[in-house]
């Protein structure tokens, strides 16, 4: 309080080490931020008895909320307490993936603030655990158009704007970094080739911590990792790749982090994801629609790869910057 600062309450899963990049770009933004993140993707029951207890609750009670209070009566310990020590109420609080906290902490969060904002960066469906916790909210946005219903707010993803050392460019090199779904790995080795062919080193990056899906699918242009890449890593090979790769996630359609990134940083984008085409920043010389199954995508790609970029209108492009966003969220 007596730092002047504006304060923020910010809860989100600890993945990607993403919650300490933005509470580091919300106190570059000016504020006192109160980070009540915590690891929820390391859960694992008990026992039978305790997954018996979670289906019992789901199907029967309608209850989609218990396995996440399992979760966060493992994990979370300390929330409650950093909740309640809160002085007053701070001027905002943003809970991104609100789904991994029970109905009581969002209630706790809803009384320590003036604004309570959800920002839901992932298909509701596929959480739906959030359902039950959208009535405390004062603002609640989504970032697949699929979710789209009354009192909801359509948004998207964004670049970080915040000051970045120059990085020596790899020439000739593709990025792209993801979890293993099956329905994509197909598309994944297609491109990695396609990009071979064209004289592109591809640097792709999958998730899985899974033998036998490592070794199912080797291939000499696509990496296996055993350990999620974190954000920060993950930008390095951004800033340094030519082109970034985005393949669409079969369980929502909204653009990723890719997407923005490649506008931000200026980096020419190939991606699968055909909703693109709508936005504002879209151009053909900047980003590569792809379709897998068109023959005549290889001597297009070859065609995209060696045009030259245009420029995005600045103001375009400061629309999708963090600051931009941040601002729009919780003022607009």
């Not at 600890?14 to 690891?39: C, H, P, R, T």
């Not at 029951?45 to 209850?63: A, V």
């Not at 974190?230 to 909204?254: C, M, P, Q």
């Not at 980096?267 to 994801?273: D, E, P, Q, S």
């Amino acid at each position: 309080m007596a730092s002047g600062k504006k304060r923020i309450i910010l809860g989100l899963p600890k993945s990607f080490g993403m919650d300490q990049v933005l509470e580091k770009a919300l106190e570059e933004q000016g504020y006192e931020v109160i980070n009540i993140s915590y690891v929820d993707h390391a859960f694992r029951y008990k026992n039978i008895g305790e997954r018996l207890k979670n289906f019992i609750h789901k199907t029967f009670l309608g209850d989609k909320n218990y396995k996440n209070y399992l979760k966060f009566k493992r994990h979370g310990k300390g929330v409650e307490e950093k909740l309640r020590d809160i002085e007053g109420k701070t001027e905002y609080a943003l809970l991104i993936r609100a789904d991994i906290y029970p109905a009581n902490i969002v209630k706790l969060v809803k009384n320590k603030t003036q604004s309570l904002v959800a920002y839901q960066w992932d298909g509701m469906h596929r959480f739906p655990g959030i359902y039950s916790l959208e009535k405390y909210f004062d603002k609640f946005y989504i970032f697949d158009k699929v979710d789209m219903a009354p009192g909801r707010n359509l948004t998207g993803n964004f670049y970080f704007d915040r000051k970045i050392p120059n990085a020596v460019v790899d020439k000739k090199t593709a990025f792209f970094v993801g979890s293993y779904m099956r329905r994509r790995m197909n598309a994944i080795n297609h491109m990695a080739q396609l990009l071979k062919d064209c004289g592109i080193e591809p640097q792709f990056f999958i998730y899985s911590d899974d033998d036998s899906v490592v070794r199912s699918n080797e291939n000499e242009n696509v990496r296996f990792i055993r350990q999620h890449m974190d954000y920060n890593t993950a930008l390095e090979h951004v800033l340094r790749s030519d082109i970034v790769v985005d393949f669409l996630n079969d369980v929502h359609r909204g653009l990723s982090f890719r997407v923005f990134e490649a506008l931000g940083y200026g980096k020419k984008l190939i991606t699968n994801n055909k909703d693109v085409a709508e936005q504002d920043f879209y151009n053909p010389a900047n980003i590569f629609i792809w379709k897998e199954n068109s023959p005549a995508q290889l001597k297009e790609l070859r065609d995209f790869i060696d045009g030259e970029m245009q420029p995005v209108d600045e103001n375009i492009i400061r629309k999708y910057a963090f600051s931009s966003w941040i601002d729009s969220i919780l003022n607009g």
